[in-house]
């Protein structure tokens, strides 16, 4: 049972190169979310999913996309980077809502710097 | 509106006692708590419905005051691994979406 993966660990991307920013979880949540991670800032919320086919747009959107397909599956496309993208990404999942014995299971995050 | 933490910072004696407070401004469902040691992932610790719930596991706890749309997390007779960075979450409606305050870190010394 891995729970939440991400991939890469660590990326360099030049200014206006593209990337997609992988997620996967093998917890058959529903939800998933895309944070990012700023020194002293707390975790922002980029985009999320409530199920299969359904996105919406969380605290931070401008800059990326998402998609899901599968309920397993949830990338974060960057495109045009920029230097204000660096960042550390986590993806998390849950449960729905109403199941309130489990928070989110986060992934080990991504660490993205944008030169 | 993200929930504001304090304090910021706390450094703390092995044994010694501490209290983390989460506020928001707007209408709570409920409140969850996390805890992230440097360069690791956040680790869900514990979730309050709003009804002025507590709950607490080990030396770890936290209460919910809806009205006061506050909520505290004790930590008591402090052990080294409970040094990093604590954050709140609270969600506001049905959504589950967490809205996360800034962080509290923690440091706990021998």
């Known amino acids: 049972n891995a729970g939440v993966t991400q991939t890469p660990k660590f990326r360099i991307l030049k200014i206006g190169q593209s990337m997609t920013l992988q997620c996967t979880q093998d917890?058959?949540?529903?939800?998933m979310y895309w944070y990012r991670q700023d020194p002293g800032m707390g975790l922002k919320l980029i985009y999320y999913s409530v199920g299969a086919g359904i996105t919406d747009k969380g605290e931070v959107p401008n800059g990326y996309n998402v998609s899901r397909s599968t309920t397993e599956d949830f990338p974060l496309r960057l495109e045009l980077a920029a230097p204000s993208q660096t960042s550390v990404y986590f993806c998390a999942s849950s449960y729905s809502p109403g199941d309130h014995n489990y928070g989110y299971t986060f992934g080990s995050g991504t660490r993205l710097t944008v030169v | 509106q993200q929930p504001v933490q304090s304090p910021q910072a706390v450094i703390l004696r092995e044994g010694e006692d501490a209290v983390i407070n989460c506020s928001s401004s707007?209408?709570?469902?409920?409140v969850h708590w996390y805890r992230q040691k440097h360069g690791e992932a956040p680790i869900f610790l514990m979730i309050l419905l709003k009804g002025g719930e507590q709950k607490g596991h080990d030396k770890i706890s936290a209460s919910f005051n809806e009205k006061k749309q506050q909520s505290s997390l004790y930590l008591t007779a402090s052990q080294l691994s409970y040094s990093g960075t604590y954050f709140c979450g609270t969600e506001g409606g049905s959504q589950g979406n967490l809205i996360f305050g800034k962080g509290t870190k923690l440091s706990v010394k021998p």
């Open positions: 707007k209408a709570l469902y409920s």
């Open positions: 917890m058959n949540h529903n939800y």
